[in-house]
């Protein structure tokens, strides 16, 4: 008798990890996010989701979309979970069925105007172009005001590349968008502003002294003044140019329970108040931002056409690259 019971309890435990009880739950996260912000959050989630654990690809938005469209040619795309500052980018990949439709009941509580109506995404926070200052090389009260400011620096101002960078192609659909054509990269060009790879780049080189004033995404400059760096932001008087950077599952997902519970997480106010410690302003309204910034429906915003900037993906980095790198 008790040799059958063991025989039965060995079965029982061959049952239970070939169907997968005691397996290791995995979510692959292809991001935009800065690397040491997406690994603390990842490993705040897996200390809230023991069994599941969090791998991180990250690298430029344009990069990373481009990694998503070459796999999805190749026969699928290996990401579970992808959270990019790239927003367009998400209505390409929905019109190609490249997403997985979710409502998280964490979304609830996230304007509808940063989430897809049939829940294929939902903006995870909020990412602010401003413009950013060296307080060593501008006195108080002379700080650019507008962007048309900003080109008065010329050499000594800096923006990261829409080529690589998903915000800043974002602030380019955003200016074309707002009529104002590609006239303001074009005076960009004559200026001599500095195009960089990314916006890590430019705030560094902004904290360094290297530029006076930038293009440059506002948690960034939050996070630099916590070292003491000499930095501060102004938000444009003609408005600032906003990003939900979203997340979303993929279509395809063979963990789809634990990216669901990814996705939860990431919109779920502790998500929210892990990222507002990082500078990051919460898409939530039931979150306090960071000290001394504004909530995100008092931020002044030029509008940003993301629909037309997907379907214009390849034209507006075309264009930008023959004004500004040839």
């Known amino acids: ?42 490993d705040e989630f897996m200390k ?9 690809f ?23 979970v992808i959270w990019l500052a790239d927003a367009a980018s998400y209505y390409a990949f929905k019109d190609k069925g490249l997403l997985y439709p ?12 940063i989430k897809d109506a049939d829940g294929y995404f939902a903006g995870a926070r909020m990412i602010n172009m401003v413009i ?23 050499p000594r101002a800096a923006m990261a590349d829409p080529l690589y960078s998903g915000s800043n192609f974002t602030v380019a659909a955003a200016f074309v968008g ?3 054509g590609w006239s303001w990269y074009q005076k960009a060009r004559e200026a001599g502003i500095q195009v960089l790879r990314g916006n890590s780049d430019v705030s560094r080189g902004l904290a360094a002294g290297e530029f006076a004033a930038c293009m440059v995404l506002d948690y960034m400059i939050y996070d630099l003044q916590k070292s003491g760096a000499p930095v501060d932001f102004v938000w444009p008087t003609d408005g600032a140019v906003s990003i939900p950077s ?19 997480f990431t919109l779920s106010k502790k998500g929210q108040e892990l990222l507002v410690k990082d500078g990051v302003i919460p898409v939530r309204p039931d979150v306090a931002p960071p000290k001394g910034m504004p909530t995100a429906d008092k931020i002044k915003m030029i509008p940003v056409p993301f ?19 040839q």
């Open 178 to 180: 707002k009529d104002k």
């Open 1 to 42: 008798m008790k040799k059958a019971s063991l025989i039965g309890l060995a079965l029982a435990l061959l049952l239970a990890i070939s169907t997968g009880v005691f397996a290791e739950s995995k979510v692959l996260l292809y991001t935009s996010v800065p690397l040491e912000l997406a690994t603390n959050f990842a």
């Open 102 to 113: 979710y409502k998280s009941p964490e979304a609830e509580l996230v304007p509808a105007a």
């Open 132 to 154: 950013g200052i060296n307080t060593n090389s501008i006195k108080k009260g002379s700080e650019p005001k507008t962007w048309d400011d900003l080109l008065k620096f010329g």
């Open 246 to 264: 979203p997340v979303a599952i993929i279509k395809g997902s063979k963990n789809i329970e634990a990216s669901k519970a990814f996705v939860d």
């Open 48 to 56: 809230a989701n023991r069994g599941t654990k969090v791998e991180v």
């Open 58 to 80: 990250r690298a430029g938005s344009t990069d990373v979309v481009n990694k998503i469209w070459a796999e999805a040619e190749a026969g699928g795309v290996r990401a579970d």
């Open 307 to 325: 629909q037309w900037a997907a379907d214009n993906a390849s034209t507006i980095r075309e264009t930008f690259e023959k004004i500004m790198h």
